[in-house]
């Protein structure tokens, strides 16, 4: 079993920024595709971003791919998620998922598609 923890979460004014992490607990990510999605309260879950096991292809959510940005340590495989600009409307619970790729390219916006998910990590965007 995967365990997955995501770390970062903060409460900030608008426009500032965020980092967010997501690393497995005692193993690595580098064998998974990994996406982060969020939820808002009242709102289903929507796909943010995603980044393939090569590192080099990432895909976003059309809304948001101007200000967020996906990574990933080539060694280990921790995921990051760098939030710029932010917006009150940016404010949810973001969680990563990893997914069991089966190819290095792999990668999916598809919240199902993801075999393993981490608890959640809060972020407020608020004056």
């Known amino acids: 079993q995967l365990q997955l923890i995501e770390t970062g979460g903060a409460s900030v004014q608008p426009g500032g920024s965020l980092m967010l992490s997501c690393a497995a607990s005692?193993?690595?990510?580098?064998?998974?595709?990994v996406g982060w999605f969020r939820q808002a309260p009242g709102k289903d879950r929507e796909f943010v971003a995603t980044?393939?096991?090569?590192?080099?292809?990432?895909y976003y959510a059309e809304s948001l791919k101007d200000r967020f940005s996906i990574s990933r340590d080539k060694i280990d495989g921790t995921v990051y998620l760098q939030m710029r600009s932010l917006k009150p409307e940016d404010t949810a619970v973001y969680y990563c998922?990893?997914?069991?790729?089966?190819?290095?390219?792999?990668?999916?916006?598809?919240?199902?598609?993801?075999?393993?998910w981490g608890q959640g990590t809060q972020v407020t965007v608020s004056s």
């Open positions: 998922g990893a997914a069991r790729a089966l190819h290095y390219t792999y990668m999916s916006s598809i919240a199902k598609e993801y075999d393993y």
């Open positions: 980044i393939a096991i090569s590192g080099d292809r990432a």
């Open positions: 005692g193993r690595t990510l580098d064998t998974y595709a």
